[in-house]
């Protein structure tokens, strides 16, 4: 399996459009998003200085913007796909952040435009609610987790990014990050970061009600890809579902350190991290120490042919198992399954509901995606499972 991760903001570098600027209808891309997103993102992106492109309210359209032209390069990847039973079962896509914007364009929820344009508004609120108060945030690199987060605690500050390989972003108030930088964790440092504000926490509480106010116009569709939230790592079955995660992530914590786990259990083989790439695939690479994993950041043009290498690779791959005699019904989140009361041998319908998975904040519907035989149920009632973990065995019919 493949992953594909979008950069949030704070991967952002001077100059980071100029090097693609050459390929087939960049320039007028950039443009286009620009227009969209109401800011000079081809200037940003090119002569912008680094001061330039820490605004949040055009950092966050230019990061996006880039991500998702660079995707369109690789061809095939984004926009919506047929919904069957295996598609898209191949790629697993997953955002940082106001990078998960650019991955729900990557798996159909949201068009390319809809996309730019709710993160140009994104951006701008929460620039706003910067303004509002004086926040800021530090990386906390090291230390052990309970205990950077009693630390953080005691400051008042809110662990605003989790992100795995012992990275914690602390938010919040100046006062409380000059005193976690003054009295850091036991072995740990602790890096301010060059941002306007206390992103993922309630100083966006502004940011998130104007938000709130918009998306009622959007109109999202259901992913057509394996979909992971920053929330707790899980799948995202529903395109509303992933909506009302973009809006509430603003005052949330991101968790990424849980979307590692997840595409780790998944199985993900190879990661290809869009640009501007680094930030992503740096984390998974001390999160994965000794994986067999290959990461690709893509840095330049001359990246291409090898991500279009890797997603020709694991396309070829789940094409070869879905000509298996029989398929794999997946959960399509984390919590406790219940499964239906339909007997092994059972024909299905297309549809036929076969159970629902329980967490604390949801439940979720599983069902048969294609007509066939219950050929064995491969969990209990009250099984613990994750997303993408197999539930059922089916044989399907013959051109079902």
Not at 204 to 232: C, F, T
Not at 267 to 277: K, N, R, S, W, Y
Request: charged letters at 20%; glycine letters at 10%; proline letters at 6%.
């Amino acid at each position: 399996m493949l992953a594909v991760l979008a950069p949030g903001q704070g991967a952002q570098k001077p100059g980071m459009l100029s090097p693609w600027l050459d390929l087939p209808g960049a320039e007028s891309f950039f443009r286009w998003a620009g227009a969209i997103a109401d800011a000079d993102l081809l200037t940003l992106g090119t002569t912008g200085d680094a001061e330039a492109i820490r605004d949040t309210a055009v950092t966050q359209p230019l990061v996006v913007a880039m991500s998702l032209f660079v995707a369109r390069e690789l061809g095939g990847l984004p926009g919506p796909v047929a919904h069957t039973p295996h598609a898209g079962r191949d790629v697993v896509i997953a955002g940082h952040s106001v990078g998960e914007l650019t991955a729900a364009a990557l798996a159909g929820v949201l068009s390319v435009e809809a996309a730019i344009a709710l993160t140009a508004v994104r951006g701008r609120a929460m620039a706003a609610a910067c303004d509002r108060t004086p926040t800021g945030m530090s990386a906390v690199l090291g230390g052990e987790p309970d205990e950077v987060l009693a630390v953080l605690e005691r400051h008042g500050l809110t662990p605003a990014n989790m992100n795995g390989a012992g990275q914690i972003v602390a938010a919040g108030s100046l006062d409380g990050l000059a005193a976690l930088k003054a009295d850091p964790p036991a072995k740990a440092r602790v890096m301010p970061l060059s941002v306007a504000g206390a992103f993922h926490t309630s100083y966006m509480a502004s940011a998130r009600e104007e938000l709130e106010g918009l998306v009622g116009g959007l109109s999202p569709a259901d992913p057509s890809r394996l979909l992971l939230s920053n929330a707790d790592g899980a799948a995202v079955d529903s395109g509303a579902e992933a909506l009302s995660r973009l809006v509430s992530q603003v005052t949330s914590p991101v968790r990424f350190d849980a979307c590692l786990d997840t595409m780790r259990e998944l199985g993900v083989t190879a990661v290809v991290e869009l640009p501007p790439a680094g930030a992503l695939t740096g984390l998974a690479k001390r999160e994965w120490k000794g994986a067999d994993i290959e990461l690709l950041s893509l840095s330049s043009p001359a990246d291409l042919d090898r991500a279009r290498e890797l997603i020709d690779t694991e396309r070829g791959r789940a094409e070869a198992q879905h000509l298996l005699d029989w398929r794999v019904v997946v959960a399509p989140a984390r919590g406790t399954v219940s499964p239906a009361e339909v007997a092994e041998g059972t024909h299905l319908p297309a549809g036929t509901p076969l159970g629902c998975i329980r967490s604390r904040r949801e439940q979720v519907d599983v069902s048969a995606g294609y007509a066939g035989v219950l050929a064995e149920w491969l969990v209990h009632e009250g099984d613990l499972v994750d997303a993408g973990d197999p539930i059922a065995r089916l044989y399907p019919e013959v051109n079902a």
